[in-house]
């Protein structure tokens, strides 16, 4: 009773017209940054970061929060109409979804996608709210050598086991702890890495290196590599923007299991929605071949339905873990907790009894931006497709101009404008060279939490590092690690024989000339 009564409290705070008109902009940002090739809710959270500083914290979150679910849509949405996802989140949702559109139901798949975002975030909200209380209160018994473990799981889940290429990942989660050691050391007071520069002294600020690799490599990315490629043909939805009775019995068993699927994830730090949505499409692919007529490979509406219901329960829990834990899951999580950060704010237990008030207008607010993302959609969704009329030169342009303003009203420094064009080069040449981002935005977050534990650990021991094994809350952090591990390295294996088989056959059968 005491969490519905907080609850109702967080609506009464939400729904003044001044939050409500945020959670509006936040949801119409978020989708119309989504719907844009190559952008996404990590770049429109990056890109707003500098501008939100003037605004009141609730307000922000708040903001932050439409712009986050928002995006989720607006790359699925891209996703069927282009068979152009946003984000790696999205790509699940684009096998059968463009499918649909191609067959003239674009407007029942955007549908499908609208519903299942609903559902997928609706619950995971609810579940949010009764669940995110207990985790503040586990997570009190959280202590040096427990954040430390916390922390490595994170670096190695992220730049492992969610990774194409280990080597790549954990070089990116190295280049994001580097630029996390830059400036005077608090203990000590020793510079590190300051090249004796004064500039360096107070390290080098989150919002600077998010909007320099997230959205100006980006746009150079997109200048130097991508110049001559042409938009994709837009498919145009006809018909009606809602489902049959047929197809909402046929959607709504895929939307629960999706749901069910992508909660678990919302916890646990393993890249943000890309596994989840593509085990739910997994799932949904297996339960067909069951059938006597197999629908997948030409438009099954299963197949978009539990990706999109996954992707978001999968956000809205990690919402959850960020309030409750300080856990980013994504790199989208990882810079709303910068965002906390920059308004002296450190999400965790203390944050329930610091900030109830922000809490819980914050949770209460993901339940209202569910409701206008499904107003917003379901018949509008055409509307931000036309976006991509904007032409590429004006559009990347004004983001640059937006990305240097931003920095630049926040610091008012002109080193911190060479600085954002040198970390954009270094995301140009991440996004060139197939690097992952998203190890190297964690990194940078999570690693002071990582170097403080570790100092305040083994200083509280007397210099033994055997503490940082012990406890069984560490024991079981480690454990699951090598059960992560453990699978992801069976995978690749499995997967590399499997390509090896198909390679000799298909080898064999070529005929001899």
């Not at 119409?28 to 959270?45: C, E, K």
């Not at 699940?92 to 299942?116: C, D, P």
């Not at 998010?210 to 498919?235: D, K, M, Q, W």
Request: hydrophobic residues 55%; aromatic residues 10%.
């Amino acid at each position: 009773m005491e969490t519905l009564q907080l609850l109702l409290e967080g609506f009464a705070g939400a729904l003044t017209w001044q939050n409500l008109l945020w959670v509006l902009v936040g949801c119409l940002l978020g989708t119309a940054v989504g719907v844009l090739p190559g952008l996404g809710s990590s770049m429109a959270v990056a890109l707003l970061l500098p501008v939100t500083f003037s605004l009141e914290p609730t307000a922000a979150f708040i903001m932050f929060a439409g712009v986050y679910f928002g995006g989720l849509f607006g790359d699925s949405t891209m996703g069927i109409l282009m068979n152009t996802p946003g984000q790696a989140s999205a790509i699940a949702s684009t096998f059968e979804g463009h499918k649909m559109a191609l067959n003239g139901r674009a407007a029942q798949a955007l549908a499908t996608a609208a519903i299942g975002a609903f559902v997928g975030g609706f619950i995971a909200s609810i579940v949010v709210v009764f669940l995110a209380p207990v985790l503040a209160d586990f997570s009190t018994r959280f202590g040096p050598a427990e954040f430390f473990a916390l922390a490595v799981f994170a670096f190695a889940a992220t730049s492992t086991v969610v990774t194409d290429n280990p080597t790549k990942g954990l070089a990116a989660l190295c280049i994001g702890l580097g630029i996390a050691v830059i400036g005077i050391d608090g203990v000590s007071g020793a510079p590190r890495f300051t090249m004796d520069s004064p500039n360096l002294f107070d390290g080098i600020s989150l919002v600077t290196v998010t909007v320099a690799v997230l959205a100006l490599g980006e746009v150079i990315y997109v200048a130097c590599l991508e110049r001559h490629v042409s938009n994709r043909s837009l498919i145009r939805p006809k018909g009606r923007p809602w489902l049959s009775r047929r197809e909402l019995r046929e959607a709504t068993p895929a939307w629960l299991r999706g749901t069910a699927i992508g909660l678990p994830f919302g916890v646990i730090p393993a890249g943000g929605s890309e596994i989840p949505t593509f085990l739910a499409y997994g799932v949904e692919k297996r339960l067909d071949a069951r059938r006597d007529t197999p629908q997948f490979g030409t438009g099954a509406i299963r197949g978009l339905a539990a990706p999109e219901a996954a992707g978001n329960s999968t956000t809205g829990m990690a919402m959850g873990a960020l309030l409750a834990l300080g856990l980013p899951i994504s790199a989208t999580a990882a810079i709303m907790l910068a965002a906390f950060r920059q308004y002296g704010l450190q999400p965790g237990p203390l944050l329930f009894e610091r900030a109830p008030e922000l809490v819980w207008a914050l949770l209460a607010s993901f339940f209202i931006a569910m409701v206008v993302l499904l107003i917003l959609n379901l018949p509008f969704a055409m509307l931000w497709a036309k976006l991509l009329l904007i032409p590429r030169p004006y559009l990347y342009a004004g983001i640059t101009v937006f990305c240097a303003f931003g920095i630049y009203a926040t610091s008012g420094s002109v080193f911190d404008l060479l600085m954002l064009l040198g970390i954009g080069l270094l995301g140009f040449l991440m996004r060139a060279l197939d690097y992952p981002i998203a190890p190297l935005i964690i990194g940078m977050v999570l690693g002071p939490l990582a170097e403080t534990s570790l100092r305040d650990a083994t200083m509280s021991a007397g210099g033994d590092f055997s503490v940082l094994l012990q406890g069984p809350i560490v024991l079981v952090l480690y454990g699951l690690l090598l059960l992560v591990l453990g699978f992801a390295i069976r995978n690749r294996i499995v997967s590399r024989r499997a390509a090896r088989i198909a390679a000799s056959v298909a080898s064999e059968r070529e005929p001899v000339s």
